[in-house]
């Protein structure tokens, strides 16, 4: 299973991604370590977690997006995503989201993606506005978004 956009390749991340991880030195926080503890324990959660974000052109891991779980009774499921600074401003979060948007409202279990993020994390605004996430609520410190499927 993976997901091509224009500039990238996304894998779900399993047992067989450690060795990609573990050549490339990537370390861009838990989530990934997170993610496959629980895989462990529930396989179900197979692209449903953490998805390495490589560029095409030379398969370098420039970051890591996914879901946080399954599906929930209101098939809803939350998108998440974080890169390197080097590759900020460069478009590869908005390309990431879109495609993990599409993976995820091609099956039947999907019918919303929320999201989440700080009043102050402007490039992370900027993202879910490109994709077409609408806000729909906020608190002291954190933007809810939502993007809810539409047939075509």
Sequence with gaps: MKIETLRLIMI??????????ETQNYDNGAEIAKHLKELGDDPALYGWGSWLVLQKSD??????AGFKGKPNSGHEVEVGYGFLETYW?????????????AWAFNGMAVKKVIAET???????IRVLEKVGM??????????YWELTYQKR
């Design 134 to 143: 609408k806000k729909t609520r906020d608190s002291e410190d954190m933007i």
């Design 118 to 124: 700080n009043w102050d994390n402007i490039g992370s």
């Design 89 to 101: 401003g460069k478009g590869y979060a908005t390309e990431a989201v879109e495609g993990l948007v």
């Design 59 to 64: 398969g370098v891991i420039i970051g890591d």
């Design 12 to 21: 779900p991340c399993d047992s067989h991604s450690q060795k990609i991880i």
